[in-house]
């Protein structure tokens, strides 16, 4: 059991990271084409390598819609900064813990996400130690969303794709991940309120499908 909760916990907390690599959305051809000439300084600037200070492109969001969602990433992240472990759990989708417990029967919805919330408060610090094992100077981390990729309406709910950079600053520097990530957010009520997903390969299927059918699910995931 310990173990089934410590790899949700981890899909759970690294949505605005890089936990996507083997995720069959994990890259896009053309996403984000950098300046070669940065080089020479971040080299010099002591930047790890996969990361630059140039920031890519910033998607502006064209609707109330995506404003709201974008409300919710960067709450997402606050609460991650201040190591806010219950506002990580509440913002989490709350299908997420429903499929939980059917794998851990013997335990509650709220048992579970007690659990939850007591592992972010034992391990932030080995969780920020995550980037700044990337990044010594890095204190904080968040999700510099770059495009949104996949839009999909079944009825009054939503299933987005996005694409994002990993983000990581101080109080007066910023560095950013070349390389895109990606990830799924679902809305249940029109775009009013979001809520982040597992982007575990094994369990993203039989997350979404609790609220979506299959065909919603593939077209979220498809490249155009």
């Known amino acids: 059991m310990n173990k089934l909760l410590f790899i949700s916990f981890c899909a759970l907390l690294f949505i605005s990271c890089n936990n996507n690599k083997n995720h069959k959305t994990s890259k896009v051809d053309n996403a984000t084409i950098y300046n070669n000439n940065d080089v020479k300084s971040q080299h010099e600037e002591n930047i790890p390598n996969g990361y630059t200070k140039q920031s890519p492109q910033k998607y502006v969001p064209i609707n109330s819609t995506e404003e709201n969602l974008f409300n919710y990433l960067h709450e997402y992240s606050c609460a991650l900064n201040t190591k806010n472990a219950k506002k ?12 939980l417990q059917k ?6 919805i709220k048992e ?26 890095a204190k904080y981390a968040d999700s ?9 309406k079944e009825g009054q709910k939503l299933l987005y794709l996005y694409e994002y950079h990993t983000m990581l600053y101080n109080e007066t520097d910023t560095i950013y991940k070349k390389e895109a990530e990606y990830s799924v957010v679902v809305s249940l009520d ?9 982007n575990d390969t094994d369990d993203t299927y039989d997350l979404l499908s609790m609220k979506f059918n299959r065909t919603s699910i593939d077209n979220v995931f498809s490249k155009h």
Not at 113 to 132: A, C, L, M, P, R
Request: glycine letters at 4%; proline letters at 3%; aromatic letters at 16%.
């Open 88 to 99: 990580i759990v509440e913002l989490h989708y709350p299908d997420y813990f429903v499929l």
């Open 112 to 137: 579970i996400k007690e659990k939850v919330q007591s592992y972010f408060e034992q391990n932030f610090d080995d969780i920020i130690g995550e980037y700044t094992k990337e990044w010594t100077k």
């Open 190 to 198: 029109n775009g009013k309120t979001w809520y982040s997903t597992s």
């Open 103 to 108: 794998k851990i029967p013997n335990k509650s």
């Open 144 to 152: 510099h969303v770059s495009n949104i990729i996949n839009r999909v």
